[in-house]
């Protein structure tokens, strides 16, 4: 190495420490905990007393959330990039063929599990009491057909002068819901979800039947197993989120957002000559469970406001001023 070119004992102590702190991160995140560098963001930010706090919140949201007396500390998120088993699914049989791909339904479960466990994380370090509007988003990639992503923002609250949580509560109800919900005398106990991913092939003796014209092909007719699957994967998915709410003590789950996507796949062999005609069913499901705070939950009574719209030209570039001609 030339000699301009050799490191000072400065900067390979820089660089050593540097390599450390990395190797902490990365064996934080193989925990499932948060990197180095986001921990000592945070633990930063609450030494200097939350003077300054940064919030995805709309206006309306946040007022109302003050109202009741919260107070936001600062925007905070989870993510999780994950590699998605390969899992094999043609059989090539005559007869239909069901089952769940649970390599893919444990690695969507277990993406959105991580995320939204370094969600709750970063609250706990900003001592949150929850986090509200958490934004729940999975991503596929074009380039990695077997990683997906699942990111959750949202706002962490605090309630001053009040004790923590033995757990911040994560939701993802609007500013306006989380306040409807508090004044009902419920309280959100946490984000749960559910995914499932089936594969359903009707065999070659069945799909030869749907594609003859004597068979069935010229008729109108229900594909029962593609009906069946599609019941079968929401069940699933129901079934998981159900029971993250119970182990959360919750009497139920709202604002609950189902996703269902569904690929069709038709191939055929040529020795012998035939063909198959395949369904993946993937069900997503995510929604707040809730618990009761006081046994009698009334509903405040709606109050009257007026709105006012602006119909100057070109304002915001959606309204025109109304012009008649006589």
Not at 181 to 202: F, R
Request: net charge neutral; with cysteine; charged share 20%.
């Amino acid at each position: 190495m030339p000699f301009w070119n050799r490191q000072t004992p400065e900067e390979k102590q820089r660089l050593l420490q540097q390599q450390q702190l990395a190797d902490v991160s990365r064996q934080s995140l193989e925990a499932g905990g948060l990197p180095t560098r986001a921990q000592q963001r945070l633990q930063e930010e609450t030494q200097k007393g939350h003077s300054l706090f940064t919030s995805d919140l709309s206006t309306n949201e946040l007022l109302l959330a003050r109202e009741q007396g919260y107070q936001p500390l600062s925007q905070v998120m989870g993510s999780s990039i994950y590699q998605v088993g390969w899992q094999y699914t043609r059989q090539y049989s005559y007869n239909t063929q069901v089952q769940e791909m649970r390599m893919v339904s444990g690695a969507h479960q277990e993406a959105a599990r991580l995320a939204l466990n370094r969600l709750e994380q970063e609250a706990i370090i900003l001592k949150a009491h929850g986090v509200i509007g958490v934004r729940f988003v999975q991503r596929d990639y074009a380039w990695g057909s077997n990683l997906i992503e699942y990111t959750a923002i949202g706002t962490a609250i605090k309630l001053p002068d009040t004790p923590l949580h033995a757990r911040p509560f994560l939701s993802d109800l609007s500013g306006q819901e989380f306040w409807t919900l508090l004044q009902a005398g419920y309280y959100p106990a946490g984000v749960v979800t559910g995914y499932s991913s089936y594969w359903v092939s009707l065999g070659s003796q069945l799909t030869q039947q749907l594609r003859g014209w004597w068979g069935g092909g010229g008729v109108n007719q229900e594909i029962g197993p593609f009906t069946q699957v599609t019941y079968d994967a929401c069940h699933q998915a129901m079934q998981r989120a159900t029971a993250m709410a119970h182990t959360l003590n919750a009497v139920g789950i709202v604002g609950m957002h189902i996703d269902n996507n569904r690929r069709i796949e038709e191939y055929e062999t040529d020795n012998p000559k035939r063909n198959y005609l395949d369904l993946f069913v993937h069900f997503s499901v995510l929604g707040t469970a809730i618990i009761a705070r006081k046994k009698d939950h009334t509903i405040p009574t709606p109050r009257p406001t007026l709105m006012f719209t602006d119909l100057r030209p070109g304002r915001y570039g959606q309204n025109r001023e109304l012009t008649f001609n006589g």
